[in-house]
């Protein structure tokens, strides 16, 4: 009995069971393989990272980072001592400094592919599987701006948080990041936008 095909790709964001989702290849030996298509493209079109010419402070990292953690707003203004509109706006400079203004969950995925905060491995990590792979497409959607932050009421983000064992949006960016599910590769189309937009130093590459 022959291995069984794998129902999730092997970053868990896409669903194989889904012809759209299936590319072939075939080996020299005249063997067919399946892949991921939208994995491929994505690998396919993946750059160095442009340089940062300016850097958001410590202070204003330290709140991302927070957030990044899953604490809320609330939660950062009463660690931190400082009022909850202080944490929006600090996050709101940071945001601009990095040139990443559509969400904070955009500035986390930024965040993390510079090294600039941790990705929170304290909890459990999501698993890669045919439950998860919609939600975690959902959180790319997210990132490269796809899509705006779901409402708190909304069901689809309880149900998301709940399957990705996470606190917020952007926290769920930050365990996806942890288990490999994210990666640097999906800030592609954020850079691409900026190039469109003629800011010659997103094209100063590392």
């Not at 459990?124 to 899509?147: C, D, I, M, N, Y």
Request: glycine share 6%.
């Amino acid at each position: 009995m022959g291995k069984p095909l794998q129902e999730v790709c092997g970053r868990g964001l896409h669903r194989l069971d889904d012809p759209r989702n299936i590319g072939i290849k075939v080996t020299a030996a005249g063997v067919e393989r399946r892949f991921c298509q939208p994995c491929e493209v994505a690998r396919k079109r993946e750059v160095p990272l442009p340089f940062i010419t300016a850097l958001p402070t410590e202070r204003q990292l330290l709140l991302i980072q927070k957030r990044a953690d899953g604490l809320s707003e609330e939660e950062t203004a009463e660690q931190e001592g400082i009022s909850v509109s202080g944490v929006r706006q600090g996050i709101t400079r940071a945001r601009r400094t990095l040139r990443v203004t559509p969400t904070l969950s955009a500035a986390v995925a930024m965040c993390l592919a510079y090294e600039l905060i941790e990705p929170d491995r304290t909890g459990p990590l999501p698993p890669k599987s045919p439950e998860t792979a919609p939600h975690a497409a959902s959180v790319l959607a997210l990132v490269q701006g796809r899509r705006k932050p779901w409402q708190p009421k909304d069901v689809r983000r309880r149900l998301m948080l709940d399957a990705l064992y996470a606190w917020s949006e952007p926290h769920a960016v930050s365990v996806l990041w942890a288990s490999q599910t994210l990666s640097k590769r999906d800030l592609y189309p954020l850079f691409a936008k900026r190039k469109k937009t003629g800011d010659a130093r997103s094209t100063r590459l590392l």
